[in-house]
């Protein structure tokens, strides 16, 4: 038996890509975003890009929970 505490922590991340274009791979000891370019010139890319960075950015501190930026 391995507890509620990993159910309870995906329950806790659930929601961090909402709002987001990228796909998002998320697991315990780290966060990827990935995103295809297909169909869109450099600018649109980078603007949707930019907020989903902003949007991930924004989560941890609005829960008071930090990243590893290390990883």
Do not use: C
């Not at 890009?49 to 929970?65: C, I, K, S, V």
């Amino acid at each position: 038996m391995h507890g509620i505490g990993p159910l309870l922590f995906v329950l806790f991340i659930s929601d961090i890509d909402d709002g987001m274009v990228s796909k998002i791979s998320k697991s315990a000891d780290h966060t990827k975003t990935m995103q295809a370019m297909q169909g869109m010139v450099l600018e649109e890319y980078t603007g949707l890009t930019r907020n989903d960075l902003r949007r991930a950015y924004e989560w941890p501190n609005d829960r008071q929970m930090l990243f590893n930026v290390q990883k």
